[in-house]
């Protein structure tokens, strides 16, 4: 059961064309149809917010007409336009709406002088309703008895800044709207308890004043448009187990009730709250009766009962002095006289009437003499009603869109700008959004982002963090398309397609050719697991943005060791020694995974320590380090074959069993090549700086208490300053030390969440 009742001084639900579930009598509507209009990117689902509304400056739209009037008053008349619903009225023009296929609602307001009309959006999850002459209220929920926050827009000058009022701050709802600063709210009070007060916004500054007269149980108020100023409330009062309504005139200067009226209850959500000079009224319903308009004399005090009929039948009804317009849209529009009973023709069909505030209201109908569109209703000379079109149904011309320039780097180096990358493009008009979509050519991976007009000016742009799905995006290739489409909807969207090419510093301990660290642990089932870091800290934070499964059976090595670039295809790859001292090479493919394992060679058991991934000697490869059981350290060059990755072996020198961790860490100090650090059994840390040529100079004493950790990983560049990093791994947790650039205060320790709790859980970290 449905009833639709357009605008009868009622700036809520039924200025939206809602259709409302209505209960037998007794009980009030507790909820509405709700207006649920997120903006979603293109075929992904990604949500955007949406600004309150967009001013916009088109052109205006002429269009073609019905009927049987002249061609010059069917010029002089602005275009309903035609396949959209009535949304508001104002008393300088009016407010229509459609639905997108996306399910989102398109708003514009259209003068009645034949300016430019004004295209709008309408916020994210929220609603609106109009009043107070031409005031636009876009809010956050669907029913407007649900609103707390608020930005007022007075489309009598569709380029002024919204006025924007948070009614949350104030434990309030929004009940009407009294002016361009203004609102009536409800307020509700620790207590439980609800007062009305008068909200206004001047500047940064918000008051409130409280509206004198009503009784102190009062709650579930909602008001009427104002007119004259003065509005119309309706409220619920009495006893518990006995509660009544109640309606109250309140003069808004003085802050005061007027007169008050009673009522079988409170009939919020239901409408139809209208007054005149002569007459108030609210809607009704009696089972078995249905749908009624409850009037009564203001200066008699006499009441009277309108029967609608079923409130199925959606029902619109409006006052205009004492004559009550009705309908709805399988019937003629009538009019009512509350005083005589007389009722007259005035319409041969229409689907919404809305109040306007000066006393008349603005019917969506049509007649025979002049066709489809607006009409005004307004008390004559003699007090009856008299029907004037104001607006013709038609076609807006499709003024459409295009993209006049687009601002994209050819090459966006995200080292270099702290891996963001700003993206634009120039626009024809400002009343539009843009879809943008980012696709690496390679992977097929997508970012996806609906970029909103700009506060000034027509260039839309959006900067880009260089994150896909919570991780650092890989680099190559991108496709980088945009669709404009005109908020009005009118026209055919415009398309660009665009080549950028992403790109960072190679590290050697990426995987995944995004240039962040990805870090690699087996645990006690010998499983490996692969955590793919941020590119760049958090607050100060170094973080895992997604850990992989990379496989299982890896138990069967002594040690797994990330070597780098060792073939040339720019990410790391990994040796793994096996327990009958086999070398194996895993070459990196750039997609987290690795490719089928390849020999290396055997004999490689007379080793207990492997370190690589660093370019020990400058010629621009990785090399390896081993030490043997006797504590030789023997020098591997690589040799940038994926089947003979390492040439013969050098002798750097012995006493390097002293040891038991050594770990090549890139260049950290500034010198010709790698640098490599090992710690003793005592657990300190010792610097030995590459001299380029394979060896090391003197050792440089960093610090104790490294026996703390299990595992030293040279982890590549971790903070993305362009200096090698350290990872260290044990029970007491897991920190990044970051390379300095000093050899006297080699690193400086920082926070990570990668590992947290699982300081125990693997036992080899590479």
């Not at 607006?391 to 180096?413: F, K, R, T």
């Not at 260290?728 to 650039?741: C, D, I, K, L």
């Not at 920082?750 to 709790?757: I, N, V």
């Amino acid at each position: 059961m449905s009833l639709i009742l357009h605008g009868t001084s009622v700036p809520d639900l039924f200025s939206w064309g809602f259709t409302l579930q209505v209960r037998s009598t007794g009980t009030r509507l507790a909820t509405a149809v709700t207006a649920v209009l997120a903006v979603t990117a293109l075929g992904a689902g990604t949500l955007a917010a949406a600004p309150a509304a967009f001013a916009a400056t088109p052109g205006s739209f002429p269009g073609s007409f019905s009927g049987s009037g002249s061609a010059e008053a069917a010029d002089a008349l602005p275009v309903y336009p035609e396949g959209t619903d009535l949304g508001g009225v104002g008393t300088s023009g009016f407010l229509t709406y459609s639905f997108a296929q996306d399910g989102t609602r398109k708003l514009l307001w259209t003068p009645y002088d034949g300016g430019a009309s004004t295209p709008l959006q309408e916020p994210e999850d929220g609603g609106w309703t109009m009043g107070a002459g031409d005031v636009l209220v876009l809010g956050d929920d669907g029913w407007s008895a649900q609103m707390r926050s608020l930005t007022l827009r007075n489309m009598a000058d569709p380029s002024a800044p919204g006025v924007d009022i948070d009614l949350g701050a104030l434990n309030g709802n929004y009940v009407a709207v009294l002016s361009p600063t203004s609102v009536l709210a409800q307020l509700t009070k620790d207590d439980g308890t609800a007062e009305l007060h008068v909200v206004n916004k001047d500047g940064a500054t918000t008051t409130t004043r409280k509206v004198a007269g009503l009784p102190a149980d009062a709650t579930d108020f909602f008001g009427s448009r104002v007119q004259d100023g003065s509005v119309l409330v309706g409220y619920e009062t009495g006893p518990a187990g006995a509660r009544t309504g109640g309606r109250a005139l309140v003069d808004v200067a003085a802050g005061t009730v007027t007169a008050t009226y009673a009522a079988a209850e409170s009939g919020i959500g239901y409408g139809g709250l209208a007054f005149s000079g002569s007459h108030v009224t609210w809607y009704e319903y009696e089972s078995g009766t249905g749908g009624l308009i409850r009037s009564v004399d203001r200066v008699s005090g006499e009441v009277k009962r309108t029967v609608l009929g079923r409130h199925t039948d959606e029902w619109y009804t409006s006052l205009v002095g004492d004559w009550l317009v009705y309908g709805n849209p399988t019937t003629p529009v009538k009019a009512v006289s509350l005083t005589t009973g007389e009722i007259r023709d005035l319409l041969d069909s229409g689907s919404a009437s809305m109040a306007t505030g000066d006393g008349s209201a603005v019917v969506h109908g049509a007649r025979a003499a002049d066709g489809e569109g607006l009409f005004r209703i307004a008390a004559g000379a003699d007090g009856a009603p008299t029907v004037t079109k104001v607006a013709a149904s038609g076609s807006p011309v499709a003024a459409g869109v295009e993209i006049e320039q687009v601002h994209i780097p050819e090459v966006a180096y995200l080292d270099k700008t702290g891996g963001k990358v700003t993206l634009g493009w120039t626009l024809s008009r400002r009343d539009a959004y843009l879809d943008v979509t980012l696709t690496h050519v390679t992977t097929g991976k997508e970012f996806q982002k609906r970029v909103d007009a700009p506060a000034t000016g027509t260039l839309f742009s959006y900067t880009w963090d260089g994150i896909i799905g919570g991780v650092d995006a890989p680099n190559g290739t991108y496709a980088v398309e945009a669709e404009a489409t005109p908020l009005d909807g009118i026209g055919e969207p415009a398309y660009e397609g665009f080549l950028m090419a992403v790109a960072r510093t190679d590290n050697p301990h990426d995987y995944t050719h995004n240039g962040s660290t990805d870090v690699l642990a087996r645990d006690a089932a010998g499983v490996l697991w692969r955590d793919d870091l941020l590119d760049r800290p958090v607050n100060g934070l170094v973080k895992p943005a997604q850990r992989t499964r990379v496989g299982a059976g890896w138990q069967t090595y002594k040690q797994i060791e990330a070597v780098g670039n060792l073939a040339g295809n720019e990410v790391g790859d990994l040796i793994a020694l096996d327990g009958s001292g086999v070398l194996w090479h895993y070459l990196g493919k750039g997609d987290g995974t690795f490719a089928t394992r390849a020999r290396v060679g055997s004999g490689w058991g007379v080793y207990n320590k492997l370190t690589g991934g660093s370019d020990l000697n400058g010629d621009g490869r990785t090399d390896l380090l081993a030490t043997d059981t006797a504590g030789v350290l023997w020098f591997y060059k690589g040799t940038g074959s994926a089947t003979a990755p390492f040439a013969t072996r050098v002798r750097v020198g012995s006493g390097w069993g002293v040891y038991n961790q050594l770990t090549a860490v890139g260049n950290i100090a500034g010198t010709a090549a790698g640098d490599l650090v090992a710690r003793d059994t005592a657990g300190v840390l010792w610097l030995y700086q590459g001299n380029g040529r394979g060896g090391f100079s003197t050792r440089v004493r960093i610090g104790g208490g490294w026996g703390a950790f299990t595992q030293l990983v040279g982890a590549g560049d971790v903070d993305s300053d362009g200096r090698p990093d350290l990872i260290a791994y044990g029970a007491g947790g897991t920190y990044v030390y970051r390379s300095t650039g000093s050899t006297t205060a080699v690193f400086s320790r920082q926070s990570t969440s990668l590992y947290a709790g699982e300081g125990s859980k693997f036992n080899n970290v590479a």
